[in-house]
């Protein structure tokens, strides 16, 4: 299982010199298995994706993307993914259910003016899109057992789990598990996202504020490097990604964060507060 960080900002794309290396495009990132057949999943469609689908091969015959919900920063790339205009790629959509509307017609509100310049069903190969409701549970894409569950974040939205014969990759970027908790954590079981993350190789995860920046946003459905500290301990896994940076936060500002984090909680795992283009080989 190879990782890659397309993009790691949250909530707005900040790009500028103070945001050159954790990066400045929001969420995306790619999952591939290896072997001569691989396989690839991409986890979300920020404007990271444009450079990924730049990235991909030309002749790529799949590619299933995995959306873990619809605000825009997590589907702004989604126009400019070179896939969707390759007459020989097949694309899978996935993205939670909703209770009004089916996947689809959800996406095209956005693909489609005054949003965006070109409908979805003027794409050049419009059946070779495919949607799909992300079923609550487990599903196989190639080598990879793939589960999804609903997580604490406004609107409808999942995280993942990725497993293959080698190593398990966990994916929360949108993530408030500390929400209406006097004091987090609580046990395993009563704890959002629990499930997915526990005992993964890698969990990425939502670390958008200090502490002293979530008392000013709880519900805001995120979480603070703390409260990410105290769930990936809870999970047990083995690294820690922080992921979902502010587009306030400056690589200067995240190093001396990240830096005193660790010092101070000298967390049971590795904390890789890793920049966008960061590539993890799992297993």
Known sequence: MKVTLWGTR?????????????????????VRSGGSDETFIVLDAGTGLRRLGDALPRAL??????????????????????????????VHLWGPASTTLDLKARLTRYLSPPLFPVHLRDLPRPARVCFHDTPRGEFALGPFRVRASLVCHPGPTVGYRLTDASATLAYLPDHEPALGVEDFPLAG??????SLAQGA????????????????HIGWGHSSWSQAFAFAALAGVKRLVPFHHD????????????????ARENPPFRVMPVTEGAVFDLG
């Not at 949250?10 to 995306?28: D, I, K, M, Q, V």
């Open 10 to 30: 949250g909530s707005l794309a900040s790009p500028g010199p103070e945001t050159a290396r954790y990066g400045g495009n929001t969420s995306c990132v790619e």
């Open 247 to 262: 587009p306030a936060h400056s690589d200067e500002y995240l190093d001396g964060v990240f830096s005193e984090a660790v």
């Open 61 to 90: 015959p799949r590619v299933d993307l995995l959306l873990t919900h619809l605000h825009l920063d997590h589907i702004q790339g989604l126009g400019f993914f070179a896939p969707l205009y390759a007459e020989e790629t097949e």
């Open 189 to 194: 079981e009563w704890t959002s996202g629990f």
């Open 201 to 216: 190789d890698l969990l990425i995860h939502d670390a958008q504020y200090t502490p002293e920046e979530y008392a000013a």
